[in-house]
């Protein structure tokens, strides 16, 4: 978002540039970020975090009312509850909703719309501070909510690593320093397990499909910086869970135990059983004469090749047929 914000001591507007969802004119903020100078539009506050605070006057809460942020409530409308209720206006749509009955032109209909717009409103605000208290940038934040809606605090709560699966961008670094926010242990279980999967995510890019047991193990020692105890319960925890395969080579004529990542596991599983069927199939691809379908293609583009373009045609043809072909051996 891009927005003009009268700031406390100064005359000219300042021009704020941020992750704000939700944000409408009327409202008060308190920001924390740093000044930047955009070399086309000026100088600009760049929001690092930001708290919605309830306008205090009379004329703020109605610019924040008639904004058409609350469903059911637009300039008329503000106008009128301002003119009854005054500053206690949001204390009233807050606390005793069923006040705003006393206004010319709502009914119950139109205040269980202003209810329910309301408490989305609410519930935004609430997650946004609270995650940009625990570290989280608005940027984030916004992912987080879009993600989890009003269940964002207690799922974050519970087990800020779960970010680290859902929210693209979001890292076991990032996880690590909002649950060292909430006060969870370096050494948790939920942290070693978390990191097993990031670190098997990680090696993924690499191009593992899966990757040594005991090489895992070392690689989250190193990385997690945990006892190789809290690691070993982690991936026994995940394999019960099924995030994880832990699976024995031997059955395969190879050493030792690999593990995967479950997607992994399953998508290796079904190349193999479709490879299987193709190997046992009887059933043979049509044979297609090529000449008939040269003149066909010509007859559909509406120009005929040259011979020197048929054989050029013909040679390629040949070519990529017996490379499927060879493919196809190496693969059965």
């Not at 704000?20 to 740093?34: A, D, R, T």
């Not at 050494?187 to 593992?208: F, K, M, P, T, W």
Request: hydrophobic residues 40%; charged residues 30%.
């Amino acid at each position: 978002m891009i927005a003009r914000l009268k700031a406390e001591g100064t005359a000219d507007l300042v021009t704020i540039v941020g992750s704000m969802p939700g944000l409408n004119p009327g409202e008060v903020l308190k920001l924390k970020g740093e000044w930047q100078n955009n070399p086309k539009y000026g100088q600009q506050f760049r929001i690092m975090s930001y708290e919605t605070t309830i306008p205090a006057t009379a004329a703020g809460i109605e610019r924040y009312l008639r904004s058409g942020m609350i469903k059911g409530i637009g300039p008329i409308m503000a106008k009128r509850l301002i003119s009854k209720f005054g500053v206690e206006t949001l204390d009233v749509i807050e606390q005793d909703i069923e006040r705003l009955k006393e206004v010319e032109g709502i009914a119950e209909k139109r205040v269980e719309m202003i209810r329910t717009a309301w408490d989305t409103q609410r519930e935004i605000r609430d997650v946004m501070v609270f995650l940009q208290g625990n570290g989280v940038s608005p940027a984030y934040a916004v992912k987080i909510f879009k993600q989890y809606g009003k269940e964002a605090v207690p799922i974050v709560r519970d087990n800020p690593y779960r970010l680290a699966e859902d929210v693209f961008g979001i890292g076991l670094i990032t996880a690590d320093r909002i649950a060292e926010k909430l006060g969870i242990a370096k050494d948790s279980l939920i942290r070693a397990r978390a990191g097993v999967q990031y670190i098997l995510n990680q090696l993924s890019d690499e191009g593992h499909v899966y990757f040594p047991y005991d090489r895992l193990v070392e690689e989250c020692e190193k990385t997690l910086e945990i006892d190789r105890g809290i690691i070993l319960d982690a991936l026994a925890s995940a394999s019960a869970d099924r995030r994880i395969v832990i699976e024995d080579m031997a059955a395969f004529g190879g050493e030792g135990r690999a593990v995967y990542l479950i997607r992994f596991h399953v998508s290796e599983q079904g190349i193999a059983r479709r490879m299987h069927e193709l190997l046992v199939s009887s059933r043979q691809l049509p044979l297609v004469n090529r000449d008939a379908l040269l003149s066909s293609a010509e007859k559909d583009l509406g120009f005929t090749l040259s011979e020197q373009q048929m054989h050029a045609v013909r040679d390629s043809m040949d070519r990529k047929v017996m490379l499927i072909f060879n493919s196809s051996r190496k693969i059965l």
